[in-house]
T-cell receptor, first 115, second 110 residues
Framework: KAGVTQTPRYLIKTRGQQVTLSCSPISGHRSVSWYQQTPGQGLQFLFE???????NKGNFPGRFSGRQFSNSRSEMNVSTLELGDSALYLC??????????????FGQGTRLTVV | QKEVEQNSGPLSVPEGAIASLNCTYS??????FFWYRQYSGKSPELIMF????GDKEDGRFTAQLNKASQYVSLLIRDSQPSDSATYLCADSGGYQKVTFGTGTKLQVIP
């Protein structure tokens, strides 16, 4: 079965621009979570979508937004990019319901560099 | 705001030794935890899940949960160079909002 697919894998943007990242979850998974990973801060939770609704949100400014489509694919958007937004953005998919041990599977990530 | 704290390391152990990785968590109501392994340049992969107090063993890996003291640990027996990676402890948050620690880098020296 296909894994979690994130596109693009690498991205270079200029300060002030905006960017859209895409995540296609494992077939049948309805929950998609987004994380920002930097060397200093580790994995920081951005938001989680389940059945097209944002179910949880982390402590990030409003420049970070997301959405989920009816096929469970998700996009996240970052507007007015800042140098500090340079990071690896990881998407994780899971069933989103059921037992506490429902495993989250990560995509390979999108490496965003803001210059 | 839930927090999960880990020592960033690196933790260096000789090949064949036991590696002990620890994390503490802030939410006394948290029920279950994950351990993920992340190789350099790769995405995290789940290696252990623990829900009950006590130990859970899976091959060379043993996860321990102590809810009274609010800590979780991962023991790796007979450590191998291939175990060298960053290990992330995570509060499962009831599967909705997983909170990760910053990870502990493990180096197994041949």
């Amino acid at each position: 079965k296909a894994g979690v697919t994130q596109t693009p894998r690498y991205l270079i943007k200029t300060r002030g621009q905006q960017v859209t990242l895409s995540c296609s979850p494992i077939s049948g998974h309805r929950s998609v979570s987004w994380y920002q990973q930097t060397p200093g801060q580790g994995l920081q939770f951005l938001f989680e979508y389940f059945s097209e609704t944002q179910r949880n949100k982390g402590n990030f400014p409003g420049r970070f937004s997301g959405r989920q489509f009816s096929n469970s694919r998700s996009e996240m958007n970052v507007s007015t990019l800042e140098l500090g937004d340079s990071a690896l953005y990881l998407c994780a998919s899971s069933l989103g319901v059921g037992n506490l041990d429902t495993e989250a599977f990560f995509g390979q990530g999108t490496r965003l560099t803001v210059v | 705001q839930k927090e999960v704290e880990q020592n960033s390391g690196p933790l260096s152990v000789p090949e064949g030794a036991i590696a002990s990785l620890n994390c503490t968590y802030s939410d006394r109501g948290s029920q279950s935890f994950f351990w993920y392994r992340q190789y350099s340049g790769k995405s995290p992969e789940l290696i252990m899940f623990i829900y009950s107090n006590g130990d859970k063993e899976d091959g060379r890996f043993t996860a321990q949960l102590n809810k009274a003291s609010q800590y979780v640990s991962l023991l790796i027996r007979d450590s191998q160079p291939s175990d060298s990676a960053t290990y992330l402890c995570a509060d499962s948050g009831g599967y909705q909002k997983v909170t990760f620690g910053t990870g502990t880098k493990l180096q197994v020296i041949p």
